[in-house]
């Protein structure tokens, strides 16, 4: 078990309800992709979380949902760079290390650069 996963993407779920009135008011283009999403978080070899994802709230769960908008499997090092702020999740599949489908794209893209935004904010 990755616990610097789990807890960088609990801290994804507190800082998404902290801004929630901020991001839902914010560009239209962007967060309203990740609204009333289901995104499945797979430490490659390891364990998966199901990250929720509403305009006023972010939860984490154990396990995955084969309903889910989209997987994201990576290696445990990729997701602590992208919680960190080190690069984007388009820049680790950029790098060969994770792949998606087309359907998945957008909701893979927007959580990644939201995801790095908030490993940024919270360099300070």
């Known amino acids: 078990m ?7 993407l ?16 914010s560009d239209r283009a962007i ?3 990740l609204f009333y999403k289901r995104i499945n978080c797979r430490i490659r070899g390891s ?7 509403t305009p006023e709230d ?3 769960r154990g396990g995955e949902d084969r309903w889910a908008h989209a997987t994201i499997e ?11 702020g080190e690069c ?12 998606c489908d087309m359907e998945q794209l957008k909701v893979v ?9 908030f490993a940024l904010l919270n360099r300070g």
């Open 10 to 25: 609990e801290t994804f779920c507190r800082m998404w309800k902290a801004l929630a009135p901020t991001i839902s008011g």
């Open 88 to 99: 984007n999740l388009r820049s680790i599949s950029m790098a060969g290390r994770f792949a």
């Open 58 to 60: 972010a939860s984490l």
């Open 47 to 53: 364990e998966g979380f199901l990250l929720a994802i």
């Open 109 to 117: 893209s927007v959580f990644g650069m939201i995801l790095q935004s």
């Open 2 to 8: 990755s616990i610097e996963v789990k807890e960088g």
């Open 74 to 84: 990576l290696d445990r090092d990729d997701w602590l760079r992208s919680m960190s």
């Open 31 to 33: 967060a309203p992709a």
